[in-house]
């Protein structure tokens, strides 16, 4: 069937954009870890094929795509042939600043008939602390500049104005201008691939509409064989010396997944509100876990809705800060979404539920610079095997920087990079481990943590215990899950992730 290489040959359009945008950026978040995400959407708005990037940014383009195109039209900005578009509210985009994205229309013969979009975290977007992630934020405004949907070049050339803009407010405007550069490259190369598609088999939009139609068809499938009901749970983010509920009231039906937030904590004065695009990533990542291997295009995403309050936790209004929603609030979406379904479904128990985001920066040899990197930890023990050690887990997908790559280019010198071991919980599977990453400043810099789980560890299931809480240390000295401090060349830094939760009674 021509629809169904359609379906393939589009999927690896997304991925090839991806490779190129690895190769061609700049900053080792995107070349080394890998921390951003491709798309081909039609003309409608709707995805039809992503590549296996970023969870947490995927999920988003279902509602950001939408946002941006609604935005353009109110707006009266039109797209012509070599058009593309920058943005980075989350609002909009639905994630946070420091994801920015790039839209391009597709032509052929003169006539739209899709969309190459991506997404690429930038390591810095300006605001008041290196890494553009500020712990203390209570609104976006001091977390870095907000760039609504903008053209970024017209008709094939760069709009120099908003270029002057990004370098006189991002702090390392070298790497941020190479990234974005990549960005428009990436999106050019999923134009020429999809044209190149449309002159091998012709008009394909039918096509994606019956790959559309078929991933749907395919989730729905197996959604009808899950108990229908509804299911509730309930997990916490920690904030302060609180902790912020979240709760999802789960509904399988035949027709699709309700996930109804009611009840989450309201909306707060500090970074951890989750824009609805991050509270959809969450949910449908976890609903395509345990699905299983289907086009994840809009016919999976339309058989999800979630509904969550406006000036909640989970659906904030602007201007409230949320640069770590998209990180850390992202994964406890995730993990009351699995946690609701093991009341009808095997599911593993909690994995270490943050990304343990890092950010420093500072002046060396004259030189502004800016670091920002998530570690992995531990995931869940399995109802049929021990989790895993040492991995990134649910909403981010990323690798780690290479120690070789981070001495070469900042200040740091790292001292002690292993498991961490016994981290995990105990069960009759045991969770997996988390790690232990340990590093010495070289100058006077800034450091923000920015992450979770450091009070009550992950949660196990069917009996077995949580996995222990994080910890982060600066010179023997904890510090709690999310702070700003200043520190000295020759200070250590010592970060332990949280190990998985272990799932069944140990015997």
Not at 388 to 412: C, K
Request: aromatic letters at 8%; proline letters at 5%.
């Amino acid at each position: 069937m021509k629809w169904e290489i359609v379906h393939k040959a589009t999927s690896f359009v997304a991925e090839e954009m991806g490779v190129s945008l690895k190769k061609s950026a700049l900053s080792p978040n995107i070349r080394e870890r890998m921390d951003h995400s491709c798309a081909i959407v039609n003309e409608e708005g709707k995805i039809v094929a992503q590549a296996e990037h970023i969870p947490v940014h995927l999920g988003s383009f279902k509602i950001g795509v939408l946002n941006v195109l609604n935005y353009l039209e109110k707006e009266g900005i039109e797209l012509e042939e070599g058009d593309s578009i920058i943005f980075n509210d989350p609002y909009i985009s639905g994630t946070h600043l420091n994801d920015v994205g790039v839209l391009s229309p597709i032509f052929y013969n003169g006539k739209l008939v899709g969309y190459a979009v991506n997404k690429a975290h930038h390591v810095d977007v300006g605001g008041p602390l290196p890494g553009s992630i500020n712990p203390t934020a209570k609104t976006i405004y001091e977390e870095g500049v907000v760039i609504p949907p903008v053209k970024l070049t017209r008709k094939g050339s760069l709009n120099d104005e908003i270029i002057k803009i990004i370098k006189e407010n991002f702090k390392v405007p070298d790497f941020s201008l190479g990234d974005i550069k990549a960005q428009i490259s990436a999106n050019k190369l999923g134009e020429e691939r999809v044209r190149q598609l449309f002159e091998k088999y012709g008009d394909i939009r039918q096509s994606w509409e019956e790959s559309i139609d078929y991933s749907r068809r395919l989730a729905l499938n197996v959604i009808n064989t899950w108990k229908k009901g509804e299911y509730e749970a309930e997990d916490y983010l920690e904030w302060g010396s609180s902790l912020l509920p979240i709760k999802i009231k789960l509904k399988v039906e035949e027709k699709g997944i309700i996930a109804d937030f009611e009840g989450t904590y309201k909306q707060i004065e500090g970074p951890l509100n989750a824009v609805l695009g991050v509270t959809y990533s969450a949910v449908s990542f976890a609903v395509r876990s345990m699905v299983g291997e289907v086009p994840t295009n809009d016919g999976f995403y339309s058989l999800i809705t979630v509904k969550a309050e406006e000036g909640s936790l989970v659906n904030p209004l602007k201007p409230a800060a949320v640069g770590g929603g998209n990180v850390e609030t992202s994964q406890r979406i995730a993990d009351v979404t699995f946690l609701a379904m093991s009341k009808f479904l095997k599911v593993p128990a909690a994995a270490s539920g943050t990304m343990m985001n890092i950010m420093m920066g500072g002046i060396y040899k004259g030189k502004y610079w800016s670091y920002y990197e998530t570690v992995g930890g531990g995931s869940g023990g399995r109802p049929c095997k021990d989790g895993v050690a040492a991995v990134q887990n649910n909403m981010t997908n990323t690798l780690n920087t290479p120690i070789e790559i981070a001495e070469r280019q900042y200040p740091i010198l790292f001292i002690e990079y292993r498991i961490r071991e016994g981290s995990g919980g105990n069960g009759l599977h045991k969770g997996g481990d988390g790690i232990i990453r340990g590093f010495k400043l070289l100058s006077k810099a800034k450091i923000s943590i920015l992450a979770d789980r450091f009070k009550i560890g992950p949660w196990g299931l069917e009996g077995g215990e949580r996995g222990k809480p994080g910890r982060v240390t600066i010179n023997g000295k904890d510090y709690p899950s999310k702070f700003t401090e200043e520190v000295n060349g020759g200070d250590v830094i010592i970060v332990e992730t949280p190990g998985g939760g272990g799932y069944g009674k140990a015997y």
